[in-house]
């Protein structure tokens, strides 16, 4: 962050978070938020707060809270919805559109305030202020409604909601690219490849809201916190620009006991945390330059027990595998949205076990969809033994 | 009401009265099957007793799918053939904490040969978690080798979900063009 921006920069102060979580908070400071907040470790000074909700003491670190700085513009961070009067609500995990937009509007109160000299009134619903609710009540929420709701917000997550596009309007086709070096998936790919190279040891990322070491050899991620989830999903959504400062260093095999020794480092799926940072950075899309028209070539199946499992992934695979088609032509074989496609196909790629075959014609739709299979005598009977399957789960 | 049969096989240990049992609605019985076998070195024939599990899904119209293991001692192979006969597919499971696992893919690929060809088969390997190796990746290696590109998956036979999704895979492999009816 530069000086001149620093002044006019609004000084936060972040309470109830975690390391990793106000690291992550200073990520975006830095770099969608342009300089424009800063954060700082004082309440004393700050002139907005974001407070995290979820903590262990969350209500009675609230009430002080609220007690002491009755009029300091806040964000509330919570995993369940909090409407609490006079605050800016943000759900977790954090969306990063959503998040700009709540520190503009904490931009605005202060400038508002600074204008007026009074103190703007948002958003009370004509209900006095509540306090955050006990831990109990939230832990019964979380597991009712809460989890039917998160599933559906998952699934937006990973393939987001896009319709379908025709193919031949160009300006609906460009909608559908994104290009994964924009993004941390990008730069997790090239370190993922890098520690393939390796014979022993991997490779270390620094620059995230914690450490994380790839250990390609073994399949493994080793991250130095638990719940990376919420984080690692708002990271991929950002951004990089030149300010992160993200490096790869490669660590031997003894630095890498040393450091499993020393910290408390968690292990976990390597490639389903690239297949997760796919999805999550695609979100319905496709990497850019793919080709619309052209066979996609699947290596094999896909680990599906120990990967997230996007609708119709199963269906995709055993299309692809019996007989290559186009991205279009897989949505129009098996009738189901583009964007599961998509989704699919992008995180494939992110583990090479898909690509798309550059030597094949470009054919036309009519005549690839007329070699499909003809239709298994015992389909009826598959069918029914699949909705007994789904629905014993 | 019709009569189906999916064929669970792969050596002993690897999980398939586990398998069998996630999936099945009624407790896995080891049915007594008794059988004629012809050794080689005797003139006599000895009759032998092998174990078969046996387990059951019911449709909701009453349609079953009989669900068999396959007796893990190779010596018992001759049975195969006999039991595969009209089966839906393969569920091969192969326990990868062994001393040779993909030595053991190998041979119940050759042993189920034809049946494979009829039909489609779905490979799960267990005990992944006691023994990592052979990775994947190799296991799929060895398949391409003999023309095969079937589903591989890490399956923990003792976690329904990961038996169910095996064999969910078979059967979109038997039609990709499968939507389940709801
Ligand atoms: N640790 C571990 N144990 C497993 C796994 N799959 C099955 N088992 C256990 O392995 C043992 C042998 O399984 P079983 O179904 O009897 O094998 P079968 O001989 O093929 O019928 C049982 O105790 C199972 O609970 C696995 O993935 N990991
Ligand atoms: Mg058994």
Redesign the interface.
């Known amino acids: 962050m530069t000086q001149s921006t620093t002044k006019s920069a609004l000084r936060i102060v972040a309470v109830g978070m975690d390391k990793p979580t106000q690291r992550l908070l200073e990520m975006v400071f830095n770099g969608p938020g342009r300089g424009e907040y800063f954060l700082i470790e004082q309440l004393e000074v700050a002139q907005a707060c974001i407070f995290d909700l979820d903590g262990i003491e969350a209500a009675k670190l609230w009430a002080n809270y609220r007690q002491q700085y009755p009029s300091l513009p806040t964000i509330v961070l919570s995993l369940n919805h909090h409407d609490v009067a006079g605050t800016v609500f943000v759900k977790k995990p954090i969306e990063i559109e959503k998040f700009l937009k709540a520190l503009a509007k904490i931009k605005q109160m202060k400038e508002e305030e600074a204008a007026t000299g009074d103190l703007p009134q948002i958003s009370v619903k004509g209900q006095p202020a509540h306090l955050a609710p006990t831990q109990t009540t939230r832990e019964a929420k979380l597991a009712t409604e809460i989890t039917v709701e998160q599933e559906e917000e998952a699934l937006h997550q990973y393939c987001g909601y896009h319709s379908d596009i025709n193919p031949q309007r160009s300006e609906e086709v460009e909608k559908i690219y994104y290009d994964p070096n924009n993004y941390l998936q990008g730069f997790f790919e090239k370190a993922f490849a890098f520690s393939q190279q390796l014979e022993t040891g991997g490779i270390l990322i620094e620059g995230l809201y914690t450490p994380m070491i790839l250990l390609s050899e073994k399949n493994q991620l080793l991250c130095g916190c638990e719940a990376a989830e919420n984080q690692l999903r708002t990271m991929t959504l950002l951004p990089l620009s030149k300010s992160s400062h993200l490096r790869m260093i490669t660590l031997a095999e003894t630095e890498i006991q040393q450091r499993l020794a020393t910290e408390k480092l968690m292990a976990q799926s390597l490639d389903n945390f690239l297949w997760k940072m796919a999805l999550w950075t695609a979100r319905g899309k496709i990497p850019k330059g793919t080709d619309l028209s052209k066979d996609v070539v699947l290596v094999n199946w896909p680990n599906f027990t120990r990967l997230v499992l996007t609708p119709h992934a199963l269906e995709i695979s055993a299309l692809w595998i019996a007989n290559p088609y186009s991205l279009i032509d897989t949505a129009k074989m098996l009738n189901i949205p583009q964007r599961y496609v998509f989704a699919f196909f992008s995180a494939a790629c992110a583990i090479k076990l898909a690509f798309i075959d550059r030597r094949t014609d470009t054919r036309s739709p009519a005549s690839s969809l007329a070699g499909s299979r003809s239709e298994h005598p015992k389909r009826n009977l598959f069918k029914r033994l699949l909705a007994r399957l789904r629905g014993g789960e | 009401m019709?009569n189906?049969k999916l064929i669970f096989t792969g050596p002993t240990g690897a999980g398939k009265s586990t398998a069998i049992a996630a999936?099945s609605e009624i407790p896995v019985v080891t049915t007594e099957a008794k059988s004629t076998l012809r050794n080689p070195h005797q003139e006599f024939k000895t009759t032998v007793t092998v174990g078969l599990d046996y387990g059951l899904?019911k449709?909701?119209?009453n349609?079953k799918?009989h669900l068999y293991g396959t007796p893990g001692q190779e010596r018992f192979d001759f049975m195969w053939d006999i039991l595969t006969e009209g089966g839906?597919g393969l569920i091969l499971l192969i326990d990868n904490a062994r001393i040779a696992p993909l030595e053991d893919l190998r041979f119940f690929l050759k042993a189920f040969e034809d049946f494979i060809k009829q039909t489609q088969v779905a490979v799960g390997i267990t005990r992944m978690d006691l023994s990592?190796k052979p990775?994947?990746s190799e296991y799929?290696k060895e398949l391409?080798k003999l023309g095969l590109?079937?589903?591989?998956?890490?399956?923990d036979a003792r976690?329904?979900?990961?038996v169910?999704?095996?064999?969910?895979?078979l059967?979109?492999?038997?039609?990709?063009?499968?939507?389940?009816?709801?």
């Open positions: 019709s189906y999936l899904l449709l909701k119209n349609d799918i839906l990592s990775k994947l799929h391409r590109n079937p589903p591989v998956f890490d399956v976690n329904k979900k990961d169910s999704l095996l064999l969910q895979a059967l979109y492999s038997l039609d990709p063009n499968l939507k389940a009816e709801r």
